[in-house]
């Protein structure tokens, strides 16, 4: 049996694919040895990068029960013994869930938030053998999209451009990932907390249809009506695999039993089709969506993005938005950076929900001791996080009543009237999906105020649509370019097909070389 101090020298775990680490299951390595690899690497790298802040310390003896079942026969999943982390909101039994806020963490001075059972996806992994290295940075209460900061353990720096913003508010899990910190991760979005970390660093990132996948025990910012947990990977086919080990029905989120029916018989990784963009219709960016426009380097990264895609048969249709009033629906909150918050006046109900379940021995067993154990740094008043959210009434009532189902009359009528208008365009044009750019500009840099500048964020995020990332090329400066392939309710697998093909062709990711 290998032990902790001796990896094997010809094993390297940089780019490791899920196909590669069963390769090397196959070829004699033990999931103790590529653990221990990753780990090994972790320590090297995770100091200056602040992708991982609490590690599973089973880490290891989780890897050698997964040896154990695979030496006694035991027929295994493609995820045995795959080292993975998830995102920090993300509630594993025994280990704090922090919320990138140093108020909800002991090791800053704060109360810690130890759950006494694993959230649904979390368990869904581990029964699919994946070996869970740790828990990965966050903005404070995953309010940013851009980057993680605030967070009390140190700002993530982006992996795959150091120089340039991480994306958030998944930001560790990104970096982890693009870092080869582990094969791939978990993420969690809101509002672009999975596209864009997945983009600004150079990854293909999956933001499911609304109910696809159980989001029961992830600290919420509108758990209810807009969050959703999805993979982050380097390849579409790591991707596909992970969606399909999350994905399902959970009695525990009844929202998911909108899912059921909807997963592909065999799952989405087994039909993944390098030649499923012939002749298929894809709908492009323009002011009909959103009257934002690209950047001239963006705009011409997209036209070369164009041009691969129509090489691969695909039909493309300008601005199929255009005079449907699509645009118009937006109502970006002041102060909020074009964001569009409604949804969130469920946090304070979703997040007593989500303190409830924590157990009860928990630290904070519901909203009210949420709020005062805050107060020094409330975050809902001026120049806390989520201050943008202060002048809306719904939201207010939400807060002076967290117990009582938030008037969600806003977000509803949003949310039909964004989906009505997709339909009937998807309709009118014959589209089988959108294509993207998904940021309209380059990166931010580090330094700068500014941030990350999507083209898809609330509107998919209101509607519940599904969207996949997927690396495109990059800026003269060195910042990643991706692709957003956006589809229907339940389309995931296609979108994850037309990537996989999309990606197949181009091999546009070049992996980062990371310094200690």
Known sequence: MTTAASVPSALDPVEMTVADAQAAFAGGITAEALAQAFLDRIARYNPRYVALITMNPDALREAREIDRRRAAGEALGPLAGVPVVV???????????????????????????IPATDSPVVARMRAAGAVILGKTNVPVLSASGSHADDSWAGATLNAAAPGRMPGGSSAGTATAVAGSLAVLGLAEETGGSIQNPASAQDLVGVKPSFGLVPNAGVMPLAGSTRDVVGPIARCVRDAALALDAIAGFSPEDPKTVAGIGHRPRGGTAAGLDAGSLRGRRFGLYGPGWRSQPLSAETAALYRRAMGELQARGAVLVEDPFAGTGFADIARPAPGAEGFDPRGIEALPYDLDGYLKRLGPQAALPNFEAFRTAVAAEDPFAPGGVLAFMADRPAFRASLADPLAPPDLSDFLEAKEAYLTIFAEVMARHGLDGLAFPQMREELPTVESSGSVQE??????????????????????????????????????????????????????????????
């Open 87 to 113: 995102k920090d909101t993300m509630d594993m039994a025994g280990l704090p869930s922090t919320g990138g806020w140093r108020l909800l963490s002991a090791r800053a001075g704060g109360v810690d938030l």
């Open 455 to 516: 083209t898809s964020v609330s509107e998919i995020n209101i509607a519940g649509l599904p969207a996949v990332t997927v690396p495109a090329g990059y800026h003269a400066s060195g910042a990643p370019f991706g692709l957003i392939f956006i589809g229907p309710m339940w389309s995931e697998a296609a979108l994850l097909s037309f990537a996989f093909d999309y990606e197949s062709a181009t091999r546009h990711r070049r992996p980062p070389a990371l310094s200690a």
